[in-house]
């Protein structure tokens, strides 16, 4: 049954039940019919005066809002920061002080380059930005999945983003930097070389927003009651562990779920899993500063938390999705300039920068002064202050006094607050004023070279072939070779593989460094994703391809494993209705095989009679389920009759301990335990040898 009604002339009707389902204008005017525009007669002209069709489509015509300049792909969950250790000796902000206290949050994940409408998963810096909601006042901490950033002062931000983007002329290529002008910039721009390391890693290609790591970037500053500052760098560190995908993966899964973050997050989420992150902080002082080796002001470094340690002191919890995502995750606008008193900035002059332009890009974005209205950005403590008018002024303020001092409020109305209110760092400043760049910014490869000596050997390669892979679109050969010298500054064997990869008949002259890189930095094991991964499968996913006569006993065993674990299960199957299992019974699938690949799945399960999987050996997605699990280097668990779907696929033969058998369903819950190793790296070898 529907409840669909047609009219005469075949349009819908749906009906309201009564006062509280009945549609209005956006006036409030009920409306009688939503699908009709008035005509003169049934066949006759539509009328200039159907003042409801009208705002509707005036409505509709003006839906959109520029989409942002950069991190226009995002998605945005809501949830609460909660502090585990008070720090009032490194901060007055009642946020670090009042331990147990929920402080709501709204976190948007987004990546940089892309278009609105851009894959998910296109190599690229995930942004990593939090509203905390405190009862002093909005704390955007406006940070990146990466600790370091590619320039050092924030003149450059237009060029580095004008490169990355799709070339002018073409409007191409959309989402990727695997094309001349962004290596053109970035090999014209050695500050850049850390963070190129960083973003040819696979920190790039996140498995989930869920599975990375956070940073506030910027060395701030926290102050105390007395006023005493100490500088601090904001990590967020992902309870979930570290997880990214490979390459091949990624391009695949851009194909088959262009939404992949954004569904993860919400799936797990709707799913109750809620994602947590602890909030950590690097503490420092001037001593420090001084002896480190690099400028602590300068973005393109990092200070190793071999070096400071990371002291956590409190977690985020992302608990909801949003309720409508234009409202909330278009309109979040964060400022990097919004803090609370006892934090505090410092003269990075790339957070320098930032604070007027994320100010600047919201009035355009927006529309006007009166952002702040928004629910979504609205202060969750009382506002006052005598701000007026301006376009779409959301409140009301009453009484003739909009001024201060004034004589009419005293008492009641706003007035500066000396002990409460924010009061900057009374740090001394003096200096020629001048257009330059500090001498000890001037390092350009120690810590490029820090990180990628800091990789296991399958993320060395990863980054090897990450950058044969993006020097192999740039058509000039110029820019390649000056790239290659770049590398030979940073690490000679990564130089002389990419050189191979592209086919450079020997290698190009070093670039020559502004300064003498440190050779000899200690590797910095934070700085590897498979070092820090999870120790089990929590929060991950498991595909279970059946077809008709497969194990029930099995599946079932499987499944339950797997939410033993806490992962989740989706059933594959040649058909969305499902497969017959051995027990006879219809068992539903979630997904068809055509929108099931594996490169969806952390692991796979396949679980078939040995009739189905010779069948199954001539079909396509079947095949890729397989040969693509394998190439991912996942998990697979087999039920012995399936061998002729492996043969079919070419793994037969090439079956390695990253293989499980499933004899019985005694095997499942080994299986799901060698799954928490997430991928079997040690096939990786064999398959590019
Ligand atoms: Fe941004 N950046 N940025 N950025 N950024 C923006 O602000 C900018 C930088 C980051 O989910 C814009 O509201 C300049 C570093 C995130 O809404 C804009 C410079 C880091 C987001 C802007 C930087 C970031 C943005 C575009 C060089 C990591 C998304 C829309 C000085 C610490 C926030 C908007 C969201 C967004 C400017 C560099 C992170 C134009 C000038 C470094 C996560 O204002």
Known sequence: MTDLNLSKGGAPHQTAKGDDDTMTTAQGAPVADDQNWLKSGPRGPSLLEDQIAREKIFHFDHERIPERVV?????????????????????????????????????RFSTVAGNKGSPDLARDVRGFATKFYTEEGNWDLVGNNIPVFFIQDAIKFPDLIHAAKPAPDRGFPQAQTAHDNFW????????????????MSDRTIPRSFRFMEGFGVHSFRLVNAEGKSHYVKFHWKPKQGLQSVVWNE??????????????????????????QW??????????????????????????PEEEVPVRIIGTLTLDANVDNFFAETEQVAFCTQNVVPGIDFTNDPLLQGRNFSYLDTQLKRLGGPNFTHIPINAPKCPVRHYQQDGHMAMTNPKGRVNYEPNSWDHGEGPRENPQKGFTSYPEPVEGVKERVRSETFA???????????????NEQDHMASALTFELSKVERMDIRQRMVGHLRNIDEGLAQEVADGIGLPELPEKVLAARKPIMDLKESPALSIIKNGPSSFKGRKLGIYIAEGGDADLVAALKEAAEAVGAMVAIVAPHVAGAKLSDGKMME??????????????????????????????????????????AHLKFIGYDPAVKPLLEGAGVASRMDDGFIKLGSKADAKSFLKSCGDLRFWNREAKMNG
């Open 589 to 630: 699938a979630d997904e068809k095989i055509d929108g099931g690949p594996s490169v969806v799945f952390d692991a796979v399960a396949l679980v078939m009679s040995e009739a189905s999987a010779k069948k199954l050996a001539l079909n396509k997605p079947s095949l890729d389920f397989v040969s693509d699990a394998f």
């Open 250 to 275: 990624a391009l695949k899964v851009n194909g088959m779920d262009p939404d992949f973050h954004r569904r993860d997050m919400w799936d797990s989420i709707d799913a109750g899993d809620f994602p």
């Open 278 to 303: 602890d909030l950590g902080i690097q503490v420092f002082d001037d001593e420090f500063a001084d002896k480190f080796d690099f400028d602590i002001l300068d973005a393109t470094k990092i200070i």
């Open 71 to 107: 991190h226009a792909r995002g998605y945005g969950v809501h949830g609460h920061f909660e502090l585990k250790e008070a720090i009032p000796e490194l901060s007055r902000a009642k946020i670090f002080n009042e331990v147990g206290k929920k402080v709501p949050t709204f976190t």
């Open 443 to 457: 390092d350009h490869y120690s810590q490029a070279r820090q990180f990628y000596i800091s990789q296991t050997p």
């Open 184 to 199: 053109d910039f970035i090999s014209l721009s050695p500050e850049s070389m850390n963070m190129v390391m960083w973003i």
